[in-house]
């Protein structure tokens, strides 16, 4: 070990908490900003739900917070398309890219590598930063002139491509949800580089790629999807931005005519930055999700206390998810005019990520057979998790049928869709995360009582809210419409919308016990020693919180990752790095 | 293990072993102990790794000029200018001179000058790349002017910043001798520079076949 390594302890505040180049506190930064960003991110979804449920309700309160936004009360159309944006970029990209693998990853990869910190540390602290910049570039716009911008997190061009002209919000607004964007793919950018190189460089003696948990490999294949896909969003967002000052028309076409003047470009095209941001935005779905399979099957098996069924076949449908979602961006496009052959493949390719996803399922059943289940808050929020990911991937199916999709399209069925699978089931996996690894990251264990309420409430609330979602597409309800009281044929969906609501206000007041139960947790919850899960992956042998070096001494690991329920053995689990001679 | 770029790469060990430990060597029969190759082989990894995404951004410039070239309206290319082909000669060069740099630094002598005239090559590269774009706008192909010279433009220019990128690596490891980074130290600076100069070199062919002949 080197002496010139700056861990904790021994240096200031400064070089301490806000630079550190210890992985173990960057971890934390990164799950900090996370759940700053969760909170922006649902307190505009409830002022969308409160829009939508009761469209022509007056808010005189919120007219004092919003004196633009809510003028007398009442949301103007431009601030409720500035907040689908909004919500929508920040739970995308800070919180369901942030948290699991930024944060968890971060915390936990290197502990489970048996290595001392990540490859390169001083990279790591450079990621999280830029990530933070990223963020704040990303909140400022709510306070340009203009506002934040409203083409939605896909800021499809012409729209977003031309400036003030076209809204308010899409002048300066628009300029920084580019330059947060780019920023953000340079910082996840870093952080993936090293996720890959410590996994493939840092491992300790005899951790060899059969014996890596699940979520090393999920980290592992995430951060290989991040650094295929956010170069394309980066490259997408350098064009856009010359399209909007330099006057080039790579997305931006001829004979525009916008409040009554002639638009000076010429011959771009619109559908050329759709396949940029799809070929980034469907892996990201990956990006979001990957992390949390890897979580659920190790806490499925911790807490079921059984092997993780078929190991190998779960690494291969890792992989083939995540480099399946790089063949399949076109089913956000069918209804773009493309040729029905090509429609058909992305169709195909699209239904085959159903594989190893039904894959992942069985085994994850397959694991809890016979188990002997503990039905601790992790594990309930990993049972979520399945549960989720079932429903919100079978109306994947649906959608990735191109008759189907041709109805379904921009209907709010796909926003239930993806809210299931990509918000609620990624969720549920930060969720079950955190109850697992909190006593692991804070020295403390969380409250389960109140855990257990929070994940019944919280699960009833996903689907109160989603389901009826669903029907709601069924019915033909367009998304980014503001005010379904204005169509005839829309009355039937107002009722739902006003459970959607309710709905919506309950779940988001459930996650208050969770950060109840966080402050109760850091302050006052028991300290559980190393190993309180009796689990067996190289993070549980070392003190909770880890110390600065992470190990007393350089561990070795000479077992599998899920060694559970072994015959003969002296204890009914057998930690990787426990001798030979332990198990019989 | 250790993290890379905290060891001092290492100063301390100029002349000696490789920085990082040796391997303690796999456990229980174990088939594949990434743990072990040393501080050296994460530098090299990490850059080969780093070349992902930059090749992955240019990727996508590059089909979104396919793609768009393939509708074909007012795409109106222009003409190279002559300075590029010198430029990429003058690239292909810097190349070689890196190359001698590392085989000078290997046999034990002193491979500053050849650092040193690898950097001046590459600055060389870019000063002619901004030629190229003053002549291109002296004709009229500006930024803006034909789908194609926006394409020129985006693609040489993000392609000079990389290599500017690259000439601060190269900046440093010529002044490295003269810190006292020596020994295998000095190889693996060189080695990491090296791949990513070389990576630039091919990715510049691959922009200049784009630009000259698929126009």
Avoid at chain 1, 114 to 133: E, H, I
Avoid at chain 1, 339 to 368: D, M
Avoid at chain 1, 482 to 499: G, V
Wanted: proline share 7%.
């Amino acid at each position: 070990m080197t002496a010139s390594h700056a861990h904790p302890g021994r240096q200031g505040f400064v070089r301490r908490v806000l630079f550190s180049t210890d992985h173990k506190v960057i971890g934390i930064q990164y799950w900090v900003l996370a759940l700053v960003a969760v909170v922006f991110g649902v307190l505009m979804s409830l002022l969308i739900r409160m829009q939508l449920g009761f469209p022509t309700h007056t808010w005189p309160l919120l007219a004092k917070i919003f004196p633009r936004g809510m003028n007398g009360g009442v949301m103007a159309p431009e601030f409720y398309l500035s907040l689908v944006t909004m919500h929508g970029t920040m739970m995308v990209f800070f919180v369901l890219t942030t948290a699991p693998l930024g944060g968890f990853g971060n915390f936990i990869l290197p502990l489970q590598l048996g290595a001392r910190d990540m490859a390169f540390p001083r990279l790591n602290m450079l990621s999280f930063w830029v990530t933070a910049l990223a963020f704040v570039t990303l909140v400022l716009a709510f306070f340009v002139e203009g506002g934040a911008p409203l083409g939605g997190w896909t800021a499809y061009p012409p729209l977003s491509a031309l400036g003030a002209i076209v809204g308010p919000g899409q002048g300066l607004g628009m300029d920084l949800w580019i330059t947060s964007i780019a920023l953000f793919c340079a910082g996840s950018l870093l952080g993936a580089l090293n996720f890959l190189a410590t996994t493939l460089g840092m491992r300790c003696t005899g951790l060899s790629l059969g014996r890596l948990p699940l979520t090393v490999w999920a980290w592992f294949t995430t951060a290989l999807i991040a650094l295929l896909a956010f170069p394309v969003l980066l490259a997408g967002g350098i064009l856009l931005l010359l399209d909007r000052h330099a006057g080039t028309s790579f997305f931006v076409p001829g004979g525009l005519v916008v409040a009554g003047r002639a638009i000076d470009h010429h011959g771009g095209s619109p559908l050329l930055w759709q396949h940029l941001f799809w070929y980034f935005g469907h892996p990201e779905v990956y990006i979001a999700i990957l992390p949390g399979m890897g979580a659920t099957s190790q806490i499925l098996s911790v807490f079921a206390r059984k092997p993780v069924f078929g190991y190998r076949a779960m690494v291969g449908a890792i992989f083939a998810i995540g480099m399946l979602g790089f063949f399949v961006w076109g089913h956000h496009m069918f209804v773009s005019g493309m040729s029905p052959y090509s429609a058909i493949a992305f169709s195909v390719l699209t239904l085959t990520i159903g594989v190893p996803s039904a894959l992942k399922t069985v085994n994850w059943l397959g694991t809890l057979w016979g188990g002997t289940l503990r039905l601790t808050t992790a594990m309930l929020f990993a049972l979520g998790f399945v549960s989720l990911f079932v429903s919100g991937g079978l109306t994947g199916i649906v959608l990735g049928q191109t008759s189907l999709d041709l109805y379904l399209h921009d209907t709010v069925f796909v926003v239930a869709h993806f809210h299931l699978i990509m918000g609620m089931a990624a969720l549920f996996g930060i969720f079950a995360a955190t109850y697992y690894w909190f006593p692991k990251m804070f020295g403390r264990l969380l409250n389960e009582r109140l855990g257990r309420v929070h994940f019944v409430l919280t699960l009833i609330g996903a689907y109160a809210i989603f389901v009826p979602m669903h029907v709601q597409g069924l019915m033909g309800h367009p998304r980014r419409y503001y005010d379904a009281s204005s169509y005839t044929y829309l009355a039937d969906a107002l009722p739902l919308h006003q459970i959607i609501t309710w709905a919506a206000v309950l779940t988001a007041g459930a996650q208050l016990l969770f950060v109840a139960n966080l402050i109760w947790g850091g302050r006052r919850g028991p300290r559980p020693g190393a190993n309180p899960w009796q689990a067996t992956t190289l993070e549980w042998t070392t003190a909770s919180p880890p110390p600065p070096e992470n190990f007393d001494s350089q561990p070795v690991v000479h077992h599998p990752a899920y060694e559970y329920g072994v015959p003969g053995a002296p204890r009914d689990y057998v930690m990787q790095n426990d001798p030979p001679e332990v198990r019989p | 293990m250790t993290p890379v770029l905290d060891a001092p790469l290492d100063r301390v060990q100029a002349g000696g072993p490789p920085p990082g430990p040796p391997p303690a060597g796999g456990g229980g029969g174990d088939s594949d102990p990434g743990h072990g190759r040393g501080t050296q082989h994460v530098a090299v990894l990490g850059m080969w790794i780093a070349l992902i995404p930059i090749l992955t951004l240019f990727l996508a410039f590059v089909s979104a000029y396919i793609v768009r070239h393939g509708l074909g309206t007012e795409w109106a290319p222009g003409s190279m200018p002559p300075i590029v082909y010198a430029n990429t000669v003058i690239l292909g060069l810097s190349s070689l001179l890196l190359e001698r740099s590392r085989a000078v630094e290997r046999a034990g002598g002193y491979a500053r000058p050849w650092i040193a005239a690898t950097f001046v090559m590459g600055v060389t590269f870019v000063i002619g790349q901004v030629f190229a774009w003053l002549d291109l706008k002296a004709h009229g192909m500006t930024f803006s002017a034909t789908p194609y010279a926006s394409f020129f433009f985006v693609m040489t220019i993000a392609h000079a910043l990389h290599v500017a990128g690259g000439l601060a690596g190269l900046g440093f490891a010529s002044l490295a001798p003269a810190q006292g980074w020596r020994g295998q130290s000095l190889a693996l600076i060189l080695r990491v520079n090296a791949i990513y100069w070389h990576f630039l070199g091919g990715l510049w062919l691959l922009l200049f076949t784009l630009l000259q002949f698929w126009r």
